[in-house]
């Protein structure tokens, strides 16, 4: 039956659709009113195929990033070159996109339970734990790679390869295996000023009148066979603008209270 059809993770897509739908409609605002998102490169998301499409990007919120890439990635791929103009595009959304997002974060209570079921794919982070780092790793969950290579076949997978909103953190490994192993379209996305727009969650408008940049980028040329772990997670640190030689010489304190990559430009650091 059309309505109780499912997808590979037991979603109802009826369901997810109308959760896409509404959640769209709440959020529409708050990249073209309250404040402006620019977008640069749109026309690449139209070029890509259906499925094993990873797309790779810094950090700055818990989800208006990932609501951004919702928005974009839908008014693209219904003709609309970098605006998310008319809300139209959002009433047949692709159904095949997922994002990985850290388990207790999805867990958080009600919303971002309503949230997971648009198309999270929760892990559990082994390096931490209630918003503190652990001494000791803990084990990956095999099920986590697993439900990202389910995910890969079916369609799109959203990543954000450091595992933190914190600009200039290292890239994990995990993100270079999973390329490796599962040799996916990569396509950096490069975003700037949500964590200007938003509190922390990306749930809260903090400040009006900013503008938020995303950029996507041409995917990345990676040898699957030949490059090894180390080489993909430079490029992958080069890609989405976080890898530490970009970042010269600068006091700690300047660091954090201009996280910002438009303010780390600014102090002609980056």
Request: aromatic fraction near 10%.
């Amino acid at each position: 039956m059309e309505l109780l059809k499912r997808n590979p993770f037991g979603h109802i897509l009826f369901i997810k659709k109308w959760l896409i739908r509404i959640f769209a409609v709440l959020t529409h605002k708050r990249y073209r009113g309250f404040n402006e998102l620019q977008i640069e490169g749109s026309e690449i998301i139209k070029s890509l195929p259906d499925t094993n499409v990873l797309f790779i990007s810094n950090h700055q919120t818990y989800f208006a990033d990932v609501v951004a890439m919702f928005h974009v990635f839908n008014a693209s791929l219904s003709g609309r070159q970098d605006t998310i103009k008319n809300l139209g595009y959002i009433w047949q959304p692709k159904m095949n996109i997922y994002y990985v997002a850290a388990k207790e974060t999805m867990q958080a209570g009600l919303l971002p339970r309503i949230l997971s079921y648009v198309g999270a794919i929760t892990v559990e982070r082994t390096w931490r734990c209630k918003g503190k780092d652990v001494t000791e790793k803990r084990e990956v969950n095999p099920n986590d790679t697993e439900n990202i290579r389910i995910a890969l076949q079916d369609g799109w997978v959203i990543t954000f390869p450091q595992g933190t909103t914190k600009s200039f953190k290292p890239v994990r490994k995990g993100t270079a295996h999973i390329i490796k192993q599962h040799r996916p379209i990569v396509v950096p996305i490069v975003i700037d000023g949500f964590r200007r727009s938003f509190d922390k969650k990306g749930l809260r408008i903090k400040k009006k009148g900013i503008l938020q940049s995303f950029i996507i980028k041409e995917p990345l040329q990676i040898d699957y066979d030949n490059d090894t772990i180390d080489q993909i997670v430079e490029k992958v640190q080069f890609a989405i603008e976080q890898h530490p030689s970009l970042l010269k010489v600068i006091a700690p304190e300047e660091v954090k209270a201009h996280e910002d990559l438009d303010q780390l430009r600014k102090w002609g650091t980056y």
